[in-house]
């Protein structure tokens, strides 16, 4: 008896076992499904897409560790969240973005978009895209300039063809399949998102609700007006926002049910600013704005108690 | 395959219940003392009706059940009163008890009485026999077990589910018990079934026990109307009202109890324990306890006394391997930590799970991945709770339901930032309860 009491034993109240996944382990989930669009990115865009995506990663991370050394916080650089968002940053800018104003959008993702909040799980709006609205407004014209695959010649993205009704060939479905058309770093290849986005769903870190909602609701809508709903699923930054942008813990619902809601109101935010408003593109300010609808919507679809 | 009976949410923790299933059922030899605790039982602690210096025999009544929530204690021992004074518990206070030494003789009362045509006797006198042998759920819980065979005027009670499922990990005592004991349970559930004029008996296993469940497969070949239901291997599946809704697809409502919708669950422990004292006049004094873990050098599954100090348990199982960091009494995901291995074996321990390493975390922020929501077998949403919880806001706790709370603690489990989202919730309902 001696032996147990001179000892420490440690108390605490049940559960004894912890699953081993943590935080860090999400995030790594996600850099590994984003992977394939990294690699997608190198293919048709060269290594500049490497370039620009490493500044915003390391400037992502700088920008975290520094902050939080300035505010003597406990450095959290290694939950690998700002990785996460240093990646899917780059992912939304084009190719020919250059490095110095990658930095400073990786700069406000990290802080404007997450550290002033309170960090990491605080943030009501998704970080990247909260860079990515802040670039557009200030630099337009680098923020719109598209390049072609390969050969890097400047050209028009495939939904501002649509948009201007400009006289340039639109890309193939396969072609927008596999990613050989202008537009975003990331948002190129169908393909290697979808390759992405079925380990997520597979690994459990995020469920069908939000992208399934959120790409029927565009292809429904497109459907019933009479335009491409192919083309409008693949052409734009849809699949990168579905899957991997609006799917983000932190800035949406909790519930099931409100995923559906938050997916079916960013598919119909998205439609109405493609279709008619002055941008071609609507992913980024239809995710932003519904994060801004998170609360209410997890107010609304709270869940019935087992049995009532 | 067919489809496995199961429910929605739950979570799948490893189950190292290996270091056990394995080993035969032993017996625990004899302690030279036990200590009986007058409360091991939910409801009001019995009376005590022995003094120091008295002699006692095994069986014999030392503790009246003081009211309907109540139960009788047996001397588990024949011997002396040593003491009667508080002594530390399984559940974490110390608690008046009853200590006695042994003769070393074991000699038992010679008043047992024995029914071997138990279908002569009433409900009435079964629920007797039942509260006077002290009998109380040995799944964990410790409720009454006459409490739940007695269904109010207007309730009718058309099935008895006995619970096998054993779905918390390391404990395999339930599962020796129906490899052992099958024809001696379903004898015990006959019983329950006549107690409450049931007419459909199921008994739900988990699909890993695939020993245990060809063996009643075999068994109800005999036994028309009972039934085997073999759950999906997830926890907590032996919880009462996810048991209920996964084999009849009925749902106890909030704050209601099984027999509101025509059932009663019982542990396939506790049928035993009312067959032994039904057909041998055999009150509750032992029980078997998974004795396990990374820190106990023989893991096995002991037949004990009950009042047995889990230091002389452990001595049995060839003693601690190296120093623990933790004990548990129970499972890892329900079960309670000890400070001490000076606290007697009571009738809801169905485990004593001893850990050399134990793991502990420090508390992240939430990020709001819904995992805790998903696997909440009872619909909560444990991360607001816990929120409210941290703001101190008890009147907004209480809107979220935390008195709906079982603390199974799948939600705990899942976190990936390791919030102690149960403390919190236990931590609400205290506080939301006081205002």
Not at chain 1, 272 to 301: A, Q
Not at chain 2, 141 to 146: E, G, L, R, V
């Amino acid at each position: 008896m001696e032996e147990v009491i001179s000892q420490r034993l440690i108390v605490s109240v049940s559960p004894h076992i912890r699953a081993k996944e943590d935080v860090r382990a999400i995030m790594f989930d996600v850099v590994f499904a984003l992977s394939p669009a990294l690699a997608a990115s190198i293919i048709f865009f060269g290594w500049r897409a490497l370039l620009v995506i490493s500044v915003s990663i390391f400037s992502s991370i700088a920008s975290e560790f520094f902050w939080q050394r300035l505010w003597g916080k406990k450095v959290t650089v290694g939950d690998l969240s700002s990785v996460v968002t240093g990646m899917l940053l780059a992912f939304v800018l084009p190719p020919s973005s250059p490095l110095w104003m990658v930095a400073i959008g990786a700069f406000v993702a990290i802080i404007l978009g997450k550290q002033i909040f309170g960090g990491l799980g605080y943030n009501p709006f998704n970080p990247a895209l909260v860079a990515r609205a802040v670039l557009l407004a200030s630099w337009p014209v680098y923020m719109t300039t598209w390049t072609r695959p390969f050969d890097g010649v400047t050209t028009a993205s495939p939904l501002g063809i649509v948009k201007m009704e400009l006289d340039q060939r639109l890309p193939s479905y396969l072609e927008m399949f596999l990613g050989n058309r202008a537009g975003c770093l990331g948002e190129i290849s169908v393909l290697a998102l979808l390759i992405g986005a079925l380990y997520l769903l597979y690994r459990k870190q995020i469920t069908w609700h939000i992208p399934l909602s959120y790409i029927g609701t565009v292809g429904l809508v497109c459907f019933l007006f009479e335009r491409d709903p192919l083309f409008n699923i693949m052409a734009g930054g849809l699949i990168l926002g579905a899957f991997f942008m609006a799917t983000d813990m932190v800035t949406s619902p909790l519930t099931r049910k409100g995923k559906l809601v938050f997916g079916v109101g960013c598919g119909l935010l998205t439609v109405l600013i493609r279709f008619t408003g002055g941008f071609p593109e609507g992913v980024c300010y239809s995710i932003l704005i519904m994060n801004m609808l998170t609360p209410i919507i997890d107010k609304m679809t709270e869940p019935k108690v087992f049995g009532s | 395959m067919k489809r496995l009976f199961t429910f929605k949410g739950g979570v799948h923790p490893p189950y190292f219940k290996e270091l056990t299933s394995g080993q035969p059922l032993g017996r625990a030899s004899l302690p030279k003392k036990v200590v009986i605790p007058l409360s091991q039982h939910t409801g009001k602690p019995a009376k005590p009706i022995v003094q120091t210096g008295d002699k006692v025999k095994t069986g014999q009544l030392i503790g009246e059940s003081d009211g309907f929530i109540s139960l009788p204690v047996h001397s588990s021992l024949s011997g002396e009163v040593i003491d009667i004074k508080p002594w530390p518990h399984p559940l974490g206070h110390a608690l008046p008890s009853v200590i006695i030494e042994s003769d070393g003789r074991d000699e038992w009362v010679s008043d047992l009485i024995v029914h071997e045509d138990y279908f002569r006797l009433s409900p009435e006198e079964l629920r007797e026999i039942v509260k006077n042998a002290g009998i109380a759920g040995l799944g964990g819980a410790a409720f009454p077990t006459h409490v739940k065979l007695t269904p109010p005027e207007n309730c009718e009670i058309d099935t008895v589910i006995l619970n096998g499922c054993e779905c918390e990990p390391y404990l395999t005592c339930d599962h020796k018990l129906m490899l052992e004991y099958s024809r001696e349970i379903l004898e015990g559930l006959r019983i329950i079934m006549q107690v409450v004029d049931a007419d459909l008996g199921i008994i739900g296993v988990e699909a890993n026990k695939t020993d245990a469940i060809s063996l009643l497969e075999n068994e109800l070949r005999r036994e028309p109307g009972i039934q085997l239901a073999v759950l999906k291997v997830k926890y907590p599946q032996g919880a009462e009202k996810h048991l209920i809704d996964a084999v009849l697809n009925r749902r106890v409502p909030p704050g209601k109890l099984p027999l509101d919708v025509g059932v009663v669950v019982d542990n396939v422990g506790t049928a035993l324990a009312i067959r032994q004292a039904v057909k041998r006049g055999i009150p509750l004094i032992e029980r078997v306890v998974t004795i396990t873990g990374s820190g106990i050098k023989q893991p096995q599954n002991l037949w004990a006394r009950l009042g047995t100090l889990f230091t002389d348990l452990v001595s049995h199982c060839g003693g601690l391997l190296g120093n623990p960091e933790k004990i548990i009494a129970g499972g890892p995901m329900m079960g309670i930590a000890q400070y001490t291995l000076d606290v007697p074996l009571i009738k809801g321990t169905s485990g004593i799970l001893i850990l050399s390493e134990a793991e502990t975390f420090s508390e992240g922020d939430c990020i709001r991945c819904s995992k805790c929501i998903d696997v909440c077998p009872v619909n909560l949403m444990p991360t607001v709770i816990a929120q409210h919880v941290k703001q101190k806001d008890w009147e907004v706790v209480r809107k979220y339901s935390p008195y709906d709370c079982m603390e199974c603690g799948a939600c705990a489990y899942v976190c990936p930032a390791k919030i102690p989202l149960v403390q919190y919730i236990k931590w609400g309902k205290e506080e939301a309860r006081e205002k």
